[in-house]
């Protein structure tokens, strides 16, 4: 590869419009270290390397956590954060699951605000964002810590510049439905721990490979779960029904959003255990989407059931999905008035 042709490889992929989700980088990131007992002053550093020993704790087993929120550039030019408390809450919750030094509350929101500031110019007009990625890893150096937590953490908040998620379209996902095995260990699902994405890999390859699917929605016990990293929900015009939460999988800031927000709309919310046989019932006529911080709401269009392709209504993205999607993403952008509290300016 010559120079001119690397530096225009380089020059596409740094467009966040135009770039796949999570490429594209801000050029600085906050960063503190938990030692002897307490966190270090927050640092801003370039973004472009971490320096770890070889034998950190978070390489070996996994000691490692993250969020994902997004902050959004509204039309008068300001920078506002969607539910960022929501986020802030559960990281903890995260951290303390995991054995992990817990940032204080004030801490973790402060270096959220701040690395926003210290990269405002690099926040994209709308309806491109900002993706918030904290990150918390165990950096005690010692692999003999197996059975043990590590007392030393780094935390630091990355934050990347990212294109509407549906750019030239939204597209009807296919979804496999997974009777036999688990997304992870069930008292783990509720933590945001990249363990869990490992473990479903091998789940999620396989149906991508023998079904080109999109993803697999977990259903442990002949129960509808989640998929490997969205929260799933059956729409129609007046009632939105979805898993009622418990430890096993993670209880996404955009289902509890879509959930409030529908009850707002007239909607009736039902939370409760469904079966497949309720999911393939409920596809005849309903509508079924995934919901989660990267793509909001996303439409299925086909479910795969013991191998065979079942539509999910007529196939298309449907009607309610839409019209929740667009109310929501309308409340995220400040084109619709906030009822609830969850915009904040930065
Ligand atoms: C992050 C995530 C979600 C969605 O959570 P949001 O807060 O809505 O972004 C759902 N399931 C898994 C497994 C996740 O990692």
Known sequence: MNHATYSETETARDDPATAPFGTVFAKRMSITYFKNEK???VEMVASDQL???????????????????????????????FRIGANVTRMQQSARLLYLPEPGEERLKMMILD????????????????????????????????????????????????GDYFTGGARPLRIVLEQEHMRTA???????????????????????TEYQA????????????????????????????TKDLDETFLHGVTRDSILRLGAHMGYEIEERPITIEEVLDWCRTGEAALSGTAAVLAGVGELVHNG???????????????KLRQALVDIQLGNATDHFGWVEKV
Not at 120 to 132: G, K, N, R, T
Not at 187 to 198: E, L, R
Not at 215 to 238: K, M, R, S, Y
Not at 308 to 322: A, C, F, H, L, Y
């Open 39 to 41: 966190w270090t002053e």
């Open 214 to 241: 999109d993803q697999v929605l977990f259903c442990p016990e002949g129960i509808a779960q989640e998929t490997g990293a969205a929260n799933f929900l059956l729409i129609n015009d007046n009632k939105i029904l």
């Open 308 to 322: 065979e392709i079942v539509k999910v209504g007529n196939g298309e993205i449907g009607p309610n999905t839409e």
């Open 186 to 208: 069930p008292h783990a699902g509720i933590v945001k721990t990249g363990g869990n994405y490992a473990s479903a890999l091998p789940h999620i390859m396989r149906a991508k």
């Open 51 to 81: 320096t770890l020993h070889p034998g950190a704790h978070v390489l070996h087993y996994a000691s490692t956590c993250f969020e994902g929120l997004k902050a959004y550039r509204h039309a008068d030019g300001a920078i506002h954060t």
């Open 115 to 162: 690395t926003l500031k210290a990269n405002e110019e690099e926040v994209p007009e709308a309806p491109a964002a900002m993706y918030i990625r904290p990150t918390l890893i165990g950096t005690q150096v010692c692999i003999g810590s197996a059975a043990a937590p590590s007392f030393e953490a780094c935390l630091y908040v990355l934050l990347s510049p990212v």
